[in-house]
């Protein structure tokens, strides 16, 4: 996307709003006047007379702070306590709710805080239990929290391991709870628009999905006085590089963190973490994370999946190492995979190919779509761009599309147009419109979802089941850890359809299914 110029997004963007207004015009219209945004696109409703679902969040790290109580509404799920060992995220999570809309400073300090998970689970208001943890943890905290009558919904990736995965989905059933994943774009209008267009044809014969995430944190980091202002070499006069206590360079990466002072005396070690760093930075270690594909791999291959209709991937190689960083790290800074993916036909296949470096920016992060007929993308889960085929030429980007309305779906004519804005345009640019990234709207379902669906039998209620429920989620752990596999000893794995049952105790990573008590 970096390379399009400003003229050719533009244009992308209107191809794609023309060719969503031809057939959903009406539909889209009203949904953008609704105020209800998320339950019009998927398929739930207001809570009505019901009351919110009482819930209590455990870890509130930037997930838990900047997703899960960040872009929440309270009409579905009111947050009634919280749960967190380091002090240093207490502070944070109250700061949250005190700035939040729907919450305040009055409301932040009479949520309950509670000291251990056993509180959690022990406290009878709670009806949900939100699980923003470390990814070691995601499982036996979710089987605990079922287990003690909670419906859970849990951060990605689903678990640590394949067997674990298919212990939620068991004990879920065995508990009669709802469980549930934040796969975010099963819950994005964009994505949903994105799928719609797919699955319509407007892209004619689609063979390859290339999807990536591409960062430069090649940029080292500089030192930094108590006040936040830059420390400057007295010889050089330049600013001074920060190092690490074995004389590294220390570079920008998100992933990892310094130790706020609020935190060095936690006992880290009754919690089950080897050291503060495991414990602040758990996301380099692969006893505590699973690395890139777990992180963010695994959104963009959920997203591949749904747009070649929700398919499992056939076989998987690829190529990982930690080519950059030389801080002790032990989780994949840059990998380059390949999916096949069933086709259209009985011998075709479609390639998927994914990327994430931390030394490039070029490109950002989104999946391209190529098609015998065009050429879709979804840049930084934003914006929603098309392209038509002209001639022998790989990527028209110089002339509109024109859509002809074929039994109400899309279809890309071969002739160029230069037509001016369309409806969906008209609406506010539907396909581009700064939509909601899906946070809000997967908790919203998941509350409808607990409040609705029939305490009996959570499970026999399908009209009542979250979009990424236990069974989806699995499959994107499955498709994550399976290409860490694949990396680590450097062979194609083909998946087993066995796998993607939890009922069967089949996994690729040799974990094994151990009933807790």
């Not at 689609?206 to 108590?226: G, L, M, S």
């Not at 296949?349 to 989104?366: A, L, P």
Request: charged share 25%; with cysteine.
């Amino acid at each position: 996307m970096t390379h399009l110029t400003p003229e050719e997004k533009a244009l992308g963007r209107e191809n794609a709003n023309r060719a969503l207004g031809m057939s959903r015009r009406d539909w889209l219209a009203a949904a953008a006047a609704t105020p209800a945004m998320g339950a019009f696109y998927f398929g739930y409703d207001k809570m009505g007379e019901k009351p919110p679902v009482k819930a209590a969040i455990i870890g509130t790290g930037d997930e838990g702070c900047q997703a899960m109580i960040r872009f929440h509404n309270r009409d579905y799920l009111n947050y009634i306590g919280v749960c967190d060992i380091r002090p240093s995220q207490q502070k944070r999570c109250r700061e949250e709710f005190a700035k939040h809309k729907q919450y305040g400073e009055a409301d932040a300090k009479a949520l309950k805080q509670y000291a251990s998970k056993e509180e959690v689970y022990k406290d009878p208001d709670v009806e949900v239990v939100v699980i923003a943890l470390p990814l070691f943890l995601h499982a036996p905290v979710a089987i605990e929290a079922m287990k003690a009558g909670k419906h859970v919904f849990t951060e990605k990736l689903m678990a640590h391991s394949i067997a674990e995965c298919k212990e939620m989905c068991r004990v879920a059933r065995q508990t009669n709870r709802l469980l549930a994943v934040g796969h975010q774009r099963h819950y994005s209008a964009l994505y949903d628009n994105a799928n719609f267009l797919l699955s319509s044809g407007v892209l004619g014969d689609v063979r390859h999905i290339r999807a990536n995430w591409h960062r430069n944190n090649a940029q080292p980091r500089v030192e930094t006085d108590k006040a936040g202002n830059v420390v400057f070499d007295d010889a050089t006069g330049l600013p001074k590089i920060l190092r690490d206590e074995k004389g590294n360079i220390v570079y920008r990466d998100s992933w990892h963190r310094p130790y706020p002072d609020a935190d060095l005396n936690l006992d880290y070690a009754s919690y089950g973490y080897k050291s503060l760093d495991e414990l602040i930075n758990w996301r380099l270690y692969n006893r505590t994370g699973a690395g890139i594909m777990a992180e963010l791999g695994s959104h963009q291959l959920d997203a591949c999946s749904i747009f070649l209709g929700k398919q499992h991937p056939i076989a998987v190689t690829g190529v990982g190492g930690t080519f950059f960083y030389k801080d002790g790290r032990e989780v994949d800074d840059h990998v380059f995979t390949m999916f096949e993916f069933p086709g259209p036909d009985k011998d075709a296949k479609v390639v998927v190919t994914y990327s994430s470096i931390n030394t490039n920016s070029f490109d950002g992060y989104g999946e391209q779509v190529m098609g015998s007929k065009g050429t879709m993308i979804v840049y930084q889960e934003q914006e929603l761009l098309l392209f038509k085929e002209a001639g022998n030429a790989s990527l028209s980007k110089s002339t509109s599309v024109t859509v002809e309305n074929a039994g109400k779906k899309p279809a890309l004519e071969t002739s160029p147009s230069l037509a001016g804005p369309s409806a969906a345009t008209a609406v506010g640019g539907l396909a581009t419109a700064d939509p909601s990234r899906g946070y809000r709207e997967e908790l919203e379902h998941f509350a409808y979802c607990v409040r609705y669906g029939d305490a009996s039998d959570y499970h026999a209620d399908e009209k009542h089941q979250p979009r990424c429920h236990g069974e989806v989620a699995m499959a994107d752990a499955i498709i994550a850890l399976t290409t860490n596999i694949a990396m680590r000893e450097q062979r194609r794995i083909v998946f087993e359809p066995k796998w993607f049952d939890y009922a069967d105790d089949a996994t690729p990573d040799g974990s094994t299914v151990i009933a807790r008590g």
